[in-house]
Structure formats: C-alpha cells, structure tokens
C-alpha cells in the first residue's frame, strides 16, 4: 500500500470517526431528556420483570421444591435474559421528518432535536454550526410549549416552523447530490442556500420564543396589577375604618 493509499484510509478513518461523534453529540438539552425518559421506562420494566422472575422462583422453592444448585443457575440464566431483552426493547422510536408535523406540541423540540441530531454529520460545517445554534433555540421555546394550546394561531406557526419548514430544508438539500452541492447555480451553491436558510430559521425560532415570553411576562404583569388593586384597595379601606 503506498502512502498516498496510507493517507486516504487515515482521512476516510477519520472521518468516519468524525461522523459519528457527530452523530452522538446532542443537538439540546431537550432531545436528551427524551432519551433518558426511554431508558428510565425501560429500567422500570426491567426491574418489574425481575421481581416477578424472583416471585415466581420464590414461590416455586415454597410450594413445591427448593431450586437447589441447578435451580439457582437456571433463575440467574433467566435474569440476565430479561436484563437482555429489556435493556435492547424497546428500542427508543427515532422520528421521521414525515412524523414531525403530526408530533405531541409539547415533545416537538425534542423530537426535532433527535431528527436533526441524525442528519448533522451529512451538513457541511457552517451548516453543523447553525444546528447547535437552533438546538439552543428549541431548547428556549421548548418550556413554553408545554402549556400552549395546540388550537392557537401560535402553535401551528411554531408547527409549521419547527416541524415542517427546517425539517424540509435540511432534507431538501440532502436530495442534492453531493458533487453538485459545491456548485454555483444563480450565484449561490446549494451550501449557501442551506446556510442562510438555517440562519434565517434560528433567528424565527428565537423570535418565537422570545414572543410567547413576552406574552407570559405581560400575564405576570397584568395579574401583579390586579392583585396591587385588590390587596392595595382592600388595605386602605381597611385603614379608613381605623
């Protein structure tokens, strides 16, 4: 093999190692509670299985015969199964751009978090950049989704932003075959339009964010008010008595 051989392995190696840090390392916050929330039911299955293997042996070695040697290797056998097969099922439900749109209001910055965690290492690095930048940015909306109505003008802006207009862009310009992404068409590469595309994206979603806070401050707001005329109201009828 000659070292020019040697070098391209190395780079492929590399690259590929590369991919699936990229491929590992969380977009936001919010995709990884989603991923914890999975692993804590599958441990919680797999602790209730345990004990009912351990009910079952026990009551087996009561009412019937003790499990002696044969019987205790038997039941630990049958405990690292069920370790095995709930610690591997279910697998966590990857979301599909077709799954999004119709995604729960309050699970769709996680999921589209998952969704863009998964197709990062196919972007090209200003791309990837941007990506972090807009899992910041469901990570700051994704708290007031959990109690918008899903009904409202609001939330399907957000649902449509979210869940169908950065999902189709990103997969858009994965459509794009790869030698003709570098290719100027108009005066703009494929790259470039991912790019501003993906900037202009985090700024909306910041933007949305930003808007459903305002609204819950001018809440918060309102009722200090009301709670100042009644109380402040209240007290100085209450000192007028005096």
Do not use: C
């Not at 995709?31 to 209730?48: E, I, T």
């Not at 998952?114 to 791309?127: F, S």
């Amino acid at each position: 093999m000659t070292m020019s051989e040697v070098d391209q392995v190395r780079l492929s190696a590399e690259a590929a190692i590369e991919r699936s840090r990229e491929r590992r390392r969380p977009v936001g916050t919010k995709s990884l509670a989603l991923r914890r929330q999975h692993l804590f039911k599958k441990l919680g299955r797999m602790l209730v299985a345990g004990g009912v293997v351990l009910l079952g042996a026990a009551l087996f070695g009561a009412l019937i015969q003790p499990l002696g040697f044969t019987g205790l290797l038997a039941l630990t056998v049958l405990l690292i199964g069920v370790a095995i097969l709930f610690g591997k099922w279910p697998p966590f439900p990857e979301p599909r751009q077709a799954d999004l749109p119709r995604t729960e209001l309050k699970q769709l910055a996680g999921r589209t978090e998952i969704w863009l965690e998964a197709q990062r290492p196919a972007l090209p690095a200003p791309a990837r950049q941007l990506i972090d930048g807009i899992g910041v940015q469901l990570d700051l909306l994704a708290p007031q989704l959990q109690t918008l109505d899903p009904g409202t003008p609001a939330a399907a802006n957000i649902r449509k932003l979210v869940g169908e207009d950065l999902p189709e862009l990103v997969a858009g310009y994965q459509r794009i075959p790869a030698g003709l992404r570098g290719e100027a068409r108009a005066g703009r590469t494929p790259d470039d339009t991912l790019v501003g595309g993906l900037r202009m994206l985090e700024r909306e979603i910041g933007e949305a964010a930003r808007d459903l806070a305002t609204g819950e401050i001018d809440r918060l707001a309102t009722r200090e008010r009301y709670l100042q005329l009644k109380y402040d109201g209240l007290e100085s009828e209450d000192q007028a008595k005096a």
